[in-house]
């Protein structure tokens, strides 16, 4: 719990220059951080991830093809010209990676930003308020939690207008509406133990209204189990949206996505083009490993008691 | 504990009930039946399209159009009209849904060994080099895309095949059975078997690795608690007070997990049935949204409504029969 950890870094300075041993005071941010560093797998993914989201980003600007040139090179294996080969069209495959790679970590990203911010605004109400404002809010969000995520991205999807329906902010707009209430579940279930904290009712007996209280004094508390459902919304959306392109129906052609990029490319091993297959896949797993690495460090990092029993 | 199976039963009605309502509006509001008719050229005369219409019911308002699909459904045990011509709803449900159970319950099976094998064996171990090993690898599936792993394992069989005997394909890779398969109770069991193969290893790889994270998060918390200690303390063997006192109760948390994580897999196992071009529920539903065919649709959203509910209870249940504190009343 955040709230331990504040302990432990209380007792300020007046006393320490006094003591023999002096003990250095360590923000809870930075004994966040320094536990983090400790998990070695998370420290390396962070890197990684780092990396690739630069390279994503960037690379397009300084790379000689763009994702859309066709060009005469067709089906040529990995080369210092194309270091990724090109496909059956002309398409330099390292190009259409980066970009692809690029759509999904917007998705990935906006859906998990969208989510979890609703979501924890959602759960802190409801968790705060209680009585039959929460059952109607959790009952609601229970139901949105039993359709099946990429059954119902795939029926809207299929049936949107073409102009919106193969736009990533669409996608990522319907899957953002499917994701939010597992954040809700987890950060209500936080604060309906943390209204009753004394922190709490010092903050109402100093004339705090009910927004201050949530936004101020509660939502900060569960900082802590929100960065972790982010993060690891960021890796299940990332594979959600890659396997809807992949069935046809997320990211359209002209632009592009991993989960397309492998769509083309699945039968590329019997035809002897095994780099048009592999390397889209290698690189979703590169994104979906490293992010899950990072949510893991993050959970410890957090949650101290859980590195006894780090599951 | 009948008492208990049958309240839990009618609190679901009214779950039920909401969920139909939601998946209905969702569903009815996006899919519209006769939009494949109006793109077709030579366009399809007027009179037809209205025709069709209003025996699909859908002029009416869709709060109307849901009360009378609810209850036909209901009372009349009727599915709605398919537009697909010589479409019998509760057949295909039927037989999908067999061709999907099958898959399911033998790739649980697999995964569940797995699961319990590598958690058990990580946590007794925990963090020497094999337990590293194990979470790492089990990082990696849970990092896998399903439909990649599918279409790869897929991809080396029919390389596999090439190399060793051309002319007669070892393993099979698509379908749930032969076009035209043996005759014989034997040999067509073999014959379901060998099509079984690469979507089992599919999903039991893809979900093994959850499980035996939780697994090896409750075997951990079992083998630290004091009645171990205990067992230990007066005289039994560590084999004896690993399987009889700790495996028995670190079970309890998988069991539910598993009937909790079976209805997403069955709704779920879309991606394998289309990389291996199976014939069960992930292809039906394909079906019916390609064809823009509301009503099997809305059928198919049901059942998987329904499983949810029925497994939710199931593992309520599961968790009561193995853990004698826990009193249905």
Redesign the interface.
Known sequence: MPDTVTQQAASPTPAAAEREFTVKVRTQREIVFRRYLEHR?AVVSSVVLLLLILVAFFGPLFWHTPFTLMTNDIEVGPSTAHPFGTDSNGFDLFSQVLHGTQRSLEIAVSVSLVSTVFGAIYGAAAGFYRGWIDTIMM?FA???L???A???A???T???SPTVAGQWYFLAAILAALFWPSCARVVRAQVLSLREKEFVEAARALGANDRRIIFRHILPNTLGSIFVIATLTV?GTV?VE??LS??GFGIKPPDTSL?LL?ESG??A??DGYPWL?YIP?IF??LI??TI??IG?GLRDAFDPQQTR?R? | MFAFTIRRLLASIPVLFFSTLLVFLLVASSVDPLEPLRAKNPPVPHQTLVALGTRLGLYHPLLQRYWDWLTGLVLHGNWGTPVQPGYHIAARLSSSFLVTFRLVIFSIFCSLALAIAVGVFSAVRQYSKMDYVATSIGFLFLSLPTFWFAALLKAWAIQFNSAVSPDHALIDTIGEASPNPPSGFFPQLGDAFGHLLLPTITLSLISYASWSRFQRASMLEVLNSDYIRLARAKGLSRRRVLFRHALRNALMPLTTQVALDTAALLGGAVITETVFEWHGMGYMFLQAVGNYDLFPLLAWLIVAALLVIVFNLIADLLYAVLDPRIRLA
Request: aromatic share 10%; net charge neutral; no cysteine.
């Open positions: 797998a009952r229970d139901l949105v039993t359709l099946p990429l059954v119902f795939i029926i809207i299929d049936k949107a890796a594979l890659t396997a992949f069935l989960g492998v699945k039968t091993i019997q297959f896949g979703i797993v979906v490993l899950n690495f893991d029993v599951a």
